[in-house]
């Protein structure tokens, strides 16, 4: 029986991962935004980027006020499928909208961002449960399929060219097959619903007091929590809440920043130094599609595992540390096609350690019994960064002003790492 309760728990990661893997959807939206600013959209570019935005703030306001809650009482597969049918709806009608701004706005960002918000949780909640012993590592491996999904869904609009390298050779992706934007919502919307809900079938929780087989829960270190199980109402009123709400809010908005923008930034910054529009195109989908996607779902699995060794803190504090000084030094390296790959590389995967640790954190401050209530509360920051990242790099990216983007969030980082520093467990002595 005890070997059954082992295989079952990692049965969880593989629904969770695939569950994940459409989610992660939400950033390839790079992959549209020039085909909407074009005709027959013609849409502005903070446009494209209010709708990023809007599905953001919905996901993290929906898995925060809605999901949290209900999976607590409903159980973790109910809320993540009804989250991929929502996504899925979302999606269809987003492809249906035609050339329509407000259809688009509320298929892809609001009914979208729902369908994330609902279903993203789920897998967090149940393997904390089932991996008490790996937290760090299983929480970043079942949110490394948010960072890989981007990947897969961006190539399949463009072919799965990286560089010189042509996985699909004579296959130029969806646009290039002659599919338009709103055929891909479409038929993208009917395969999450289909991926998600296989994925939900999975999403269940131990029974209560269970433990790995030979695990001792640890009074110290980074996998403690102190025998604490806290509630909502009481972690909001510790400065360790807001520590991490405050990091997580600048880390999220460095990234999501990039992501909003790092397509245009790129053609901008490369045409300027003399690159053909042709090759400036395909050098920024590159950065984005293979080294800003892969490394963002490596770094949520690597930066999960260096923190159970290395404590959830220290590596909170040098993952923005580093965060802070790449996003400085991508403004001046993001015109040269090697630069704009590393600098994407470096900076999706610090963003995606966020989606690692600040779970893992919440669980070893709080407890891992509330985590699916808890951690949402934190995830708001996502909220917040969502707002102030895209946005910022949409206004300042309209302006060609690209330097007011990217080094006021560097120095932010910088400044929420010093910040970090003070976190502590909360049994600890003052």
């Known amino acids: 029986m005890a070997e059954q309760k082992v295989m079952n728990r990692w049965l969880v990661v ?11 959807a939400i950033y390839a939206w790079s992959a549209f935004t ?28 929906v898995m925060a006020f809605i999901a949290g809650p209900w999976q607590k009482k409903a159980g973790t597969r109910i809320v993540a499928f009804t989250g991929g049918i929502v996504l899925g709806l979302g999606y269809i009608i987003g492809g249906l909208s035609g050339t329509n701004y407000m ?7 609001v009914l979208g961002g729902a369908g ?27 949110v490394a399929g948010f960072g890989f999904g981007a990947l897969i869904w961006v ?3 463009g072919g799965f060219k990286f560089g010189p390298v042509d996985l699909t050779p004579g296959w130029a992706g969806l646009f290039g097959a002659g599919w338009t ?8 919307g009917v395969l999450f ?13 131990p029974p209560d007091g269970w433990k790995p087989a030979g695990w001792i829960p640890p009074t110290t270190g980074a996998g403690a929590a102190g025998g604490l199980d806290m509630k909502v109402n009481q972690i909001v009123r510790t400065p360790q809440f807001w520590i991490l709400f405050s990091t997580f809010t600048v880390g999220a908005m460095a990234g999501l920043m990039v992501i909003g923008i790092i397509r245009d930034f790129g053609l901008d910054t490369l045409e300027k130094g003399g690159v053909e529009a042709a090759k400036a195109a395909t050098i920024c989908g590159t950065a984005m599609g293979l080294f800003y996607a892969l490394l963002n779902g490596l770094g949520r699995i690597v930066w999960g595992t260096v923190s159970d060794k290395l404590g959830r803190k220290n590596s909170i504090v040098l993952m923005s540390t580093l965060q802070g000084i790449m996003m400085i030094c991508f403004y001046f390296i993001g015109g040269n096609e090697w630069g704009l790959y ?10 995606g350690g966020n989606f690692a640790l600040f779970p893992a954190a919440t669980a070893d401050l709080f407890g891992s019994k509330n985590v699916g209530v808890n951690y949402p509360y934190v995830f708001l920051a996502y909220a917040v960064g969502g707002i102030a990242g895209p946005m910022l790099g949409g206004f300042m990216g309209a302006k060609q002003a690209w330097m007011w983007a990217f080094i006021p969030a560097g120095i932010a980082c910088i400044v929420v790492a010093a910040l970090a520093t003070r976190l502590k467990p909360l049994n600890a002595n003052a």
Request: hydrophobic letters at 55%; glycine letters at 14%; aromatic letters at 14%.
């Open 181 to 188: 934007v709103n055929n891909i919502f479409i038929l993208y």
């Open 193 to 205: 619903a289909i991926f998600v809900g296989l994925g939900s079938l999975v999403m269940i929780n």
């Open 103 to 109: 259809g688009m706005l509320f298929g892809i960002g």
């Open 34 to 61: 020039n085909k909407l600013q074009a005709e027959p959209f013609s849409f502005t570019r903070p446009q494209t980027q209010f709708i990023f935005s809007v599905g953001l703030v919905t996901f993290a306001i």
């Open 342 to 351: 590393i600098g994407a590389a470096i900076i999706g995967f610090n963003f």
């Open 155 to 157: 190539k399949l609009t």
């Open 116 to 142: 994330i918000g609902l279903a993203y949780v789920c897998p967090i909640a149940s393997l904390v449960k089932w991996f008490p012993d790996k937290k760090g590592m299983i929480t970043g491996l079942a």
């Open 14 to 24: 593989v629904g969770g991962i695939l569950i994940q893997l459409c989610l992660g």
